[in-house]
């Protein structure tokens, strides 16, 4: 389980031939995709993600969630995302929690 704003380590192998990566999160069972990192250097084969925000410290994770399962995808940056033979999925879910518990009045 992640907790938004802690930090988690995505990892990655990449092709000699590329050369920068697309980092991005999907929050809907990869229906829709969120920027993570638009570019960064494939061969550094990982980046250290603040959970449910984008490099630029924005907030990425749907408005109101208290906990989503999110998949992530790396995706070559001289190609489409669509393109299966140039990006790789997460091959199971991660559960993402928001970190904020319900609070009972007294």
Known sequence: TLIVGSTYNIQWLAAA???NVKIEVSYDNKGTWKTINSST???AGS???TVGHDSGGGDIMPTNEKNAQCYVRISDTA????N???ND?????????S????IVPL
């Open 99 to 102: 970190g904020i518990s319900n």
């Open 17 to 19: 031939a590329v050369t």
């Open 47 to 49: 980046y250290t993600w």
């Open 41 to 43: 250097a494939a061969s």
């Open 79 to 82: 190609y489409s995302t669509t």
């Open 89 to 97: 999925v997460s091959d199971a879910a991660l559960t993402v929690e």
């Open 84 to 86: 299966a033979r140039t």
